[in-house]
């Protein structure tokens, strides 16, 4: 599986963003899609994830970020909104291995995208 995200940017506080991530080479349906995100000399952490049955968010995010996917187009989405600068991050999308369930934990990913840079102003 290969990801590709995009949607990053430039945004101020209160502004939205709509990451997407775009996977290739298997069909992923089965896959628990998760973004993750990474601020300057901070560790890698869980933003959201969807599989099949559900989405999951962490606690900051809940109420601002919505997280989807588009089995047809094989694409994840995290929309954001109501950005606040402590969002400022690269924001990554990751995939778990099939039929497995979704994690908080950057580790238990087996594919990642390559990151893209989010920015938020204040």
């Known amino acids: 599986v290969q990801l590709q995200a995009s949607g990053g940017g430039l945004v101020q506080a209160g502004g939205s963003l709509r990451l997407s991530c775009a996977a290739s080479?298997?069909?992923?349906?089965?896959?628990?899609m998760g973004w993750f995100r990474q601020a300057s000399g901070k560790e890698r952490e869980f933003v959201a994830a969807?599989?099949?049955?559900?989405?999951y968010y962490t606690d900051s995010v809940k109420g601002r970020f919505t997280v989807s996917r588009d089995n047809a187009k094989n694409t994840v989405y995290l929309q954001m909104n109501s950005l606040k600068p402590e969002d400022t991050a690269v924001y990554y999308c990751?995939?778990?291995?099939?039929?497995?369930?979704?994690?908080?934990?950057?580790?238990?990913?087996?594919?990642w995208g390559q990151g893209t840079q989010v920015t938020v102003s204040s």
């Open positions: 080479g298997r069909t992923f349906v089965y896959y628990p």
């Open positions: 990751a995939a778990r291995g099939s039929g497995r369930l979704y994690s908080t934990k950057w580790s238990e990913y087996d594919y």
């Open positions: 969807v599989t099949w049955s559900g989405t």
